[in-house]
């Protein structure tokens, strides 16, 4: 009853917007939705930030991942994979709370890594800490539109992605400004993070590339999509 109550709302809508195109596919392959033509299409922008400090957040060099702690973020494969790399002089940060912190934190214990790696819970400075990772990680075993993913690639951080769904193969190009892995594959993430670690040039390449991002998802020109957006759909 509620996705035909939606349904018909959809249909009745001036415009029904979403973020990737692999939400508008998923969308479209429901019986119920598959005929509605007023579907657009608008990714998410790169958000604002303060200047990052040049005070360090860590001692140490650090990978990152940014976002809630709940199993469908993937922080428990972020946390294999890292134990797997076994990376000298490296730690792992991650930023956010969330449902899931107890079992993370018993994983980290059980792995031994509780001095590698840091549950930090949410920051206000998230700038300081993309700027100054050594890789970040979207581990994702789904998405929406990974605003984590764009906000680190916006500091040219290099990125490592999950290619789940949806978001993350149309944000990255595979080895140009970013890495895709296989959705779930740990092993396929612990020998990226190996390879990236000890291979500067490819993450200096990553990184000019990433940061690209704040060209096509520029607020103020997404921002022009939505009001012309608005405006046609009002006449």
Known sequence: MLKLITALLYKKAKAVVVSAKGVEDCLRKNELFKDITNVYRIPNAVPEFDNPSTRLVHSRPFILGVGRLSYVKGFDQLITAFSNAQLDGVDLLIVGDG????????????????????????????????????????????????????????????CIAMN????????IKNKKNG????????????????????????????SREAIKINKTNNADQLLGKWERLILSRLT
Do not use: W
């Open 179 to 206: 890495i895709l892995l296989p959705n779930g594959s740990i092993d396929a993430l612990s020998n990226t993070l190996k390879q990236l670690i000890a291979d500067p040039l490819l993450k200096d390449n990553l």
């Open 99 to 158: 449902e899931e912190k107890s079992n993370l934190i018993c994983q980290i214990y059980n792995l031994g890594l509780r001095d590698r790696v840091k549950l930090l819970g949410a920051k206000t400075n998230l700038q300081d800490y993309y700027s100054q990772a050594e890789i970040f990680v979207l581990p994702s075993r789904n998405e929406g539109y990974p605003n984590a993913l764009v906000e680190a690639m916006s500091f040219g951080c290099p």
């Open 164 to 171: 789940c769904e949806f978001g993350p193969s149309e944000i």
